[in-house]
Structures are given as structure tokens and as C-alpha cells.
């Protein structure tokens, strides 16, 4: 694939590691960026245990003010933890294989909310390509069932996909040779994909991680 593609493991106790990595560790720095980024501007707000190796940057504008109009208006939130990876490395060579595996967390309270959802005839928005993932990672590798725990999803989402639990997606504006515009093609018919290119660069939208949003609903 690409030399430079390495794993790194860590030993020592959890207590010791997490302060060290918080201490030394830097954000994703992007290209177009200027100055470096600091830690608070790459988290969300309901952020919880540091999984993501790259910010989850379509839940970025969900302040928490947003996320309370939200929910007075009747729609339920439910939250999952996912390890979102790198969405661009600069060498082709990973970049094709991208995305990579990810790691999930599925607490009962969430699969409970879907479940809910589905037998009301509701929709299931995910927030994320990230979620998309291991929402419908987990649903195939238990046949079509979503089961609370842990897992790792690999799974490559394209054009001609059919999601089992995922109904809806909002997400940020990609470029149409990243892996996560493929993703997006599984919630566009053809003619709608093309119209999707052509409002995005009519319009003007930013995209990249601090870029504009797209909500997409099935």
C-alpha cells in the first residue's frame, strides 16, 4: 500500500498515557489553515472520550444552544463513540484505500432511539460519514440486526449501497474524489449527484473540516 502506513502501540497505564498524549499531541493541521490549530476549535461540544484520530467535523456546528432548539422541537438525539479517522493523508497510495478500519461503540440507550425511530416511521439522521459507518457496519455484521457494544467496522459505503438503519445524513461538503463523497453517492440517485455538484460550486460552499454543511434525507 504505502510505507507509510505504521502502527504504533503504546504501553504504560491509562492514567499515565492520557495526560502525556493531552500534553504533546497536536491537531490535525490542514493546509489551508495558517496558524496552528488549538485543541477546543477541532472538538465538538458533546465530545466525550478521545477516539478520533481527525476531528468529526459534520457535528461542528451543533452548538449546544442548537442541539436544545433541536430537541424542543421534538426530535430525539442519541449519541455513539467513534474512532473517525483521517479523511486525506497527501500520498495517493492511502488515500485509495481510505477510509480504514474504525472502532464503535453502540450504548443500549442508542439502539433502543433507532429501534424506536424505525417502528414510528421516523427517520435516522446521522451526523457523520463516521456514524454512517458504524451504524450500518453494525447492523451487516449482525445480520441486519444493531446490537449495543463495541465492534470495528471496515466497511466501504459507495453508489448502489442500500442502508439498513441510516434514512438521513448530514454532513460537510466533499470533494468528489474522497472517499467520503462516495459515501454520500449511497443517499443520491444519479440525477441527484450531479445537481449536488452543481449547487455546491453555483453556491459557492466551503468545504473541507470548517467548511459548510449538507443535510441530506432519504
Known sequence: MSGRLVSIRFEGPAERFWPALYLRGRPVQYAYEPLPLPLARVQTPYA????????PSAGRPLRVELLGR?????????????????????????????PLPE???????????????????????????????????AALSRAGELLPGPGVTDLRIGRGFVPRVVTGLLSGVHGRDSSHFELLSAFLPGSLEL???????????????FGDSTLILG
Open 48 to 55: 466525550a472520550r478521545p477516539w478520533a484520530s481527525e476531528m
Open 195 to 209: 445537481l449536488y455538484g452543481l449547487h455546491i460550486v453555483a453556491g459557492g460552499y466551503r468545504g473541507h473540516e
Open 70 to 98: 433541536i430537541r424542543s422541537r421534538g426530535v430525539g438525539i442519541a449519541s455513539l463513540t467513534h474512532a473517525a479517522g483521517l479523511s486525506s493523508t497527501g500520498d495517493p497510495a492511502l488515500d485509495a484505500a481510505l
Open 103 to 137: 472502532r464503535y461503540e453502540l450504548p443500549a440507550t442508542t439502539v433502543a432511539a433507532v429501534a424506536d425511530t424505525r417502528r414510528r416511521g421516523g427517520r435516522v439522521v446521522a451526523v457523520g460519514t463516521t456514524v454512517v459507518r458504524a451504524l450500518e457496519g
